[in-house]
């Protein structure tokens, strides 16, 4: 659609009563701020530049590289803040979008429809109104007898009359970039507040005779700011349930939706079962025919077509198709866990490949190791992979047995069709095929009880 955008989001946030901005605290594992520029981008925007001023440098590193920053080092009210931007408005080649920061739920397609009416009705100024209830504490939209709108009123600076008003400014606007840059220059702090008030520029063009109109959003929903930890909660529900039915819609099932907390970016293919109290967090993907079962979090896991995970832990791992996962495992950072494993209770992984076929069904811990196909771990096996100082790699072949209770203590080789004895403390390298004892040879000594009297 090609315009440009302004994010204001340089306010402090106090009723957050928080070390950090407002507008980086997350909605569903994404900063607030962060869903308005995707919207914005989204919706078509070729620039977005993002008005920071409290702990400005906090907020422009957490969002990275996604925008241009402009600072409004003092906060003297929402026209101020957009003046911050004004080469930014002033190359705009098209209209200009001004979006607040702390709004979490507009959507690309609302800000899509607001530009085309705006378009369609050869408006200079067109600002997102929404009808509510309850009209307090929002600016109010005053219209005149054509039904244009004539101005904003804010709550602080409205009479009895205008306090009636129920249709409300959202705090979004579209303009034309001529337009605002002829009337940012013409704004005055002429108010109870002090302020320069962005509002007040629909009233200085409506004077310079130029069209102002007024797009209601159909979903109040999408113009709900967050101000504190309650309404964070309440944008959070809305945009869980957005997430969840997308999901849904998709082809997969979740048990108890309420419960499931699916963010952002997140992949899962047709036919997928999410259980309750499921946490999967950004950068996942799930394939098709598996079952995330209940208290399980991914986050940033890649798993394949029918995996089974039962209240697990999976973080930035993969595992390959027809695995089974849990109860109670916990798959650290970096592993490779191939198709047909079994990763049975109480099994923490780390840094380490588990070839195809492979069973390590219970009470094991496998870091820094490279295990082959089709090996079989005996109940309570370890890697041994820390002298204290550094940390070394264990290598496993194909078809090995490795008998319960064995310590590994790496770096050591353990060849193809290796096997070894229970109890094992095995400290050097095992040629294929042989079977390793490490342990002291058992000893009964007969009558011991008697002669110990
Ligand atoms: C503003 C509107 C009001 C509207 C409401 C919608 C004005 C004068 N009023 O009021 O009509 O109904 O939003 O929520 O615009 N900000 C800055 N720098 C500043 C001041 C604010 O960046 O100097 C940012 C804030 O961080 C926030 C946004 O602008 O993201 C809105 O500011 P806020 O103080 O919340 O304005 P409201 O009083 O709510
Ligand atoms: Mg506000």
């Keep these: 659609m090609n315009f440009t955008s302004v994010i204001m989001a340089a306010g402090m946030g106090t009723r957050m009563k928080s070390k950090m901005p407002k507008v980086i605290h997350k909605v569903c594992g994404k900063e607030i701020c962060r869903w308005v520029i995707d919207a914005a981008k989204n919706a078509g925007s070729d620039k977005v530049c993002t008005i920071v001023g409290h702990r400005a440098d906090m907020v422009k590193e957490i969002l990275g590289d996604i925008c241009e920053f402009a600072l409004q080092a003092e906060q003297k009210g929402t026209g101020h803040a957009v003046m911050q931007a004004i080469d930014v408005i002033k190359s705009a080649k098209k209209e200009v979008v001004i979006l607040n920061g702390d709004i979490p739920l507009i959507t690309a397609e609302s800000i899509k429809k607001a530009v085309n009416y705006h378009r369609e009705n050869g408006n200079q100024a067109t600002v997102i109104t929404a009808v509510l209830d309850d009209a307090t504490g929002y600016g109010r939209i005053v219209r005149g007898d054509d039904g244009g709108v004539r101005k904003i009123v804010e709550q602080k600076d409205a009479n009895d009359e205008e306090k009636k008003i129920n249709e409300i400014n959202s705090g979004m606007y579209v303009f034309d970039s001529e337009s605002l840059l002829y009337a940012l220059e013409k704004l005055t702090p002429n108010n109870a507040q002090g302020e320069y008030y962005l509002t007040d520029t629909l009233e200085i063009l409506l004077n310079a005779g130029k069209k102002v109109g007024g797009y209601a959003i159909a979903d109040n929903d ?232």
């Design 222 to 453: 999408e113009i709900r700011g967050i101000n504190d930890r309650i309404q964070l909660d309440e944008a959070e529900k809305i945009m869980q349930k957005r997430i969840n039915e997308y999901h849904m819609r998709n082809g997969v099932t979740i048990r108890n939706p309420q419960s499931v907390c699916i963010e952002d970016d997140v992949e899962i293919s047709s036919d997928s079962e999410i259980c309750q109290n499921v946490t999967i967090k950004s950068g996942t993907k799930i394939g098709s025919d598996c079952v995330i079962g209940s208290g399980s979090t991914l986050d940033k896991a890649v798993i394949g077509d029918g995996v089974n995970v039962i209240s697990s832990v999976i973080i930035e791992s993969e595992v390959g198709a027809g695995t089974n996962v849990g109860p109670f495992a916990y798959i650290r950072p970096n592993c490779n866990v191939g198709s047909d494993v079994k990763v049975g209770d109480f099994v923490e992984l780390k840094n380490s490949t588990i070839g195809d076929g492979t069973k390590i069904s219970h009470l094991t811990y496998i870091g820094d190791s490279d295990v082959g196909k089709g090996v079989n771990f005996g109940c309570g096996t370890v890697t041994v992979n820390y002298d204290g100082k550094k940390k070394y790699r264990t290598v496993i072949g194909d078809n090995c047995f490795i008998g319960c209770n064995t310590n590994l203590v790496s770096p050591v080789n353990v060849g193809d069709g290796a096997y070894i004895a229970a109890g094992s403390t095995i400290t050097d390298d095992i040629p294929e095929d042989n079977l390793s004892i490490a342990r002291a040879r058992q000893v009964n000594k007969d009558g011991w009880k008697d002669k110990r009297k």
